[in-house]
């Protein structure tokens, strides 16, 4: 590694650059031994004046500023087309509106006038989508001015013809020559970036396999115009741009990792598009960052034809839906659809059935199929359809309906024709309604408030006719929720079907929801990616559950078995037996090195694992403080050691977290605190950039925190079993500068003979 570091005005803000001889610790070097990158403790190769005078720093900050300039230009260019745009846009449908007189004496004269309009929409159409275009190339230049580009690589693609070099950024651009000025991090080419080898290499591209000489891969520490260092790199774990990132304060928001993608997680994010991707990774290696990456480059290869509203991410907690919250924002892309599974279940579920979301195992889920497949409906298996205290439809009409289609089994098809001819018997009831004389006076009654919302204007029934079709869309605004009952299948009695299909007294809400799936075909079979992190922490039955509902979409599960946190929830054996059945053969990939937390730190929580596990981690963290371990042997020590802690916390830069099990326990040490007590971190509250914050284990799982304070650390809170085992590798886990560690009384034996104690 050649790192290159310099600026006209020297900051504090800079980072030292390692020497090329700098240590770092290749994965799957033993955790126990605490090896790590020490990026800070290696001097710099050369002195600020010499760095000043380095002719590949002045090239590469010309090149970048030349490179902004025209980016400025091209934004200017953009902004005058668009204003233009809308003025022309404006004078041609001003005109075209003054010319066109629409005439429908004559069939020929009505034809002719839609002809007429038709062309005026094309027109207006034409000036949409260049204004679009536009606007989206504006979007481009708007992220590229905050950092033109983050990487460079000089390609040799055959011997007697010259490198070409291409900057890599957060978006792809080019200028009005056609010349590429930036590449997007996402297209193919840029996978020579990612792959971090010297030498020969390959990329895929329109179903080829493109080869090239990989002469130069660069890494720039850009702010706006300003090039602020370079390094130039080839082993990934020696990576520069990481490490001062890295040495970062954590931010209240995740930040994109695009710059500093390493290779492994790079195999992620370029997978190929299989039905389903399961990625075992430990504790802060970066997958959630690698999964928005992912979703990211897929909207990249369907640009056009993906649809963020396509695209569910099911998150552990709204917290965590906070703390991801802009990270596809600031790669120019939007978010896709983001739901908890209780949000799931209870949009589905009926308001008094909660969440559905423990206490099933798969096996009920599989008698349910199997009863369903010989199923008949019997005549209570219906009910009426009311809405505003009015019964429409009648529990023997819904009878004589799935009559009507009694040659078809019981099922998917069968429910989606009743549900079609339910909708236009509701149609039928409602026009004969809409004809009587009580609804005719309703509607001449209604207030001037009324006929605003329903109709948006006042109404004055020219005839009767017209009188009746009022009447229809003032009953049709009274009764919707009567359609929309039609279209949820409310007119089955499923807990009555379940009890006698299952023959059980009753059935629990995940039983009820897969019920009515397997019966109705009740599902979204437009969603085309669904993305579960934190796999580990569902159940068997709630992961099948998901499986059927997104039935056609291709899956992303990300997870680490080391931090299922809850009792009898899926081990990856689970994990792969549902999808298998749901989707067919599950392809794998593990990340093993951990970027969130100091050598220490990641040899602490390692060392909660079995030793085969724990020599494949490996952190490239700094070496930092050794974490402390505190047992107190009596109450008045506790408390006081508690108090010392928050309070040192507080004084200290960053963000810390007071990491209880359970609400109970946090409500305890805020009693025990009292005034002095952190702030509870709520299901749906924000964290705060910096402070001391107290927070359940549930609510901090996927999220990390410069500090970490375990407040009761005894054998009590931490028996040697293995849930307790993984709650506190998980607790441990989310530090990523330091970590305390209290005990009131015996510590817990997991812990035995690890840490700094006093």
Known sequence: ?????????????????????????????????????????????????????????????????????????????LVRQMEKARQEAAADKKAMAEELAPNLATYADAMETYADFAAMNRVIDGYNLAQDANAEELAKVQLLLKQPYFAKVV??????????????????ISDENYRRLVVDWRSPVAETYYNQDNGRTSYQADGRTITADLKLRRQFDIEEDRLRAYFDTSVAIQDSLLLASLSKRRTAQM?????????????????????????????????????????????????????????????????????????????????????????????????????????????????????????????????????????????????????????????????TLMREELHARLETRLKQMAATDEVLDELSA??????????????????????????????????????????????????????????????????????????????????????????????????????????????????????????????????????????????????????????????????????????????????ETAPTIIACPDEARYVAELRRAVEQARSEEGLTAVIVPWKHEARRLQTLLGDTAPALVGEHDELPDGGVVLITLKLAKGLEFDQVIVPDASARTFPNDPLARRRLYTTVSRATRKITILAHGELTPLLDGKGART
């Open 1 to 77: 590694m050649d790192p290159k570091q310099t600026s006209e005005k020297p900051s504090a803000s800079q980072a030292a650059c390692p020497t090329p001889n700098s240590p770092a610790q290749a994965p799957g070097a033993n955790a126990d031994a605490g090896a790590s990158a020490d990026a800070s403790a290696a001097p710099p190769s050369e002195s600020l004046s010499d760095q000043a005078d380095d002719p590949i720093f002045a090239a590469e900050q010309r090149h970048l500023s030349a490179t902004y300039g025209t980016l400025q230009t091209i934004g200017r260019n």
């Open 155 to 172: 390609l040799q693609f055959k011997p007697d013809q010259e490198p070409k070099e291409l900057y890599i950024g957060n978006a792809g």
């Open 255 to 415: 930040q994109a990792i695009t710059a500093t993608i390493q290779k492994e997680q790079n195999l992620v994010v370029r997978h190929e598009d299989v039905p389903v991707l399961l990625v075992s990774g430990i504790a802060g290696s970066g997958k959630t960052s690698v999964l928005l990456q992912r979703i990211a480059y897929l909207f990249y290869q369907n640009r056009g034809s993906l649809d963020p509203s396509e695209v569910f991410l099911v998150t552990p907690n709204p917290v965590f839906r906070h703390y991801i919250d802009n990270v596809l924002p600031d790669l120019g892309e939007r978010n896709p659809e983001t739901l908890t599974w209780d949000e799931f279940a209870k949009g589905l579920l009926p308001p008094d059935r909660g969440s559905g979301d423990v206490g099933v195992p798969l096996e009920a889920l599989a008698r349910i199929d199997k009863a369903v497949a010989s199923f008949e409906f019997d005549a209570n298996d219906f009910k009426d359809i009311h809405c505003a205290d009015t019964r429409l439809v009648s529990a023997d009409q819904v009878r004589k309906v799935a009559a009507k289609f009694g040659r078809i089994p019981a099922g998917p098809h069968r429910v």
């Open 446 to 623: 209604l207030s001037t408030d009324e006929q605003l919302r329903i109709f948006h204007e006042l109404i004055v029934p020219a005839d009767e006719q017209e009188e009746r079709a009022l009447a229809l869309r003032f009953l049709n605004d009274r009764y919707a929720d009567a359609y929309r009952a039609v279209e949820r299948d409310d007119w089955l009695r499923i807990d009555r079907i379940g009890m006698r299909l299952l023959n059980v007294p009753g059935l629990a809400p995940l039983e009820w929801l897969y019920l009515k799936m397997a019966l109705t075909g009740l599902g979204n079979p437009n969603a085309k990616y669904v993305m579960i992190d934190e796999v580990q922490d569902y159940t068997a039955a709630q992961l099948a559950v998901l499986a059927r509902y997104f039935r056609r979409a291709r899956f992303l599960l990300l997870g680490d078995p080391n931090q299922a946190i809850a009792p009898d929830t899926a081990s990856f054996d689970d994990v792969r037996a549902v999808f298998s059945a749901a989707r067919g053969p599950v392809e794998e990939c593990r990340l093993m090195t951990s970027y969130r937390s100091t050598p220490e730190i990641t040899a602490l929580f390692a060392s909660l694992l079995d030793r085969e596990e724990r020599l494949r981690i490996s952190s490239i963290q700094r070496a």
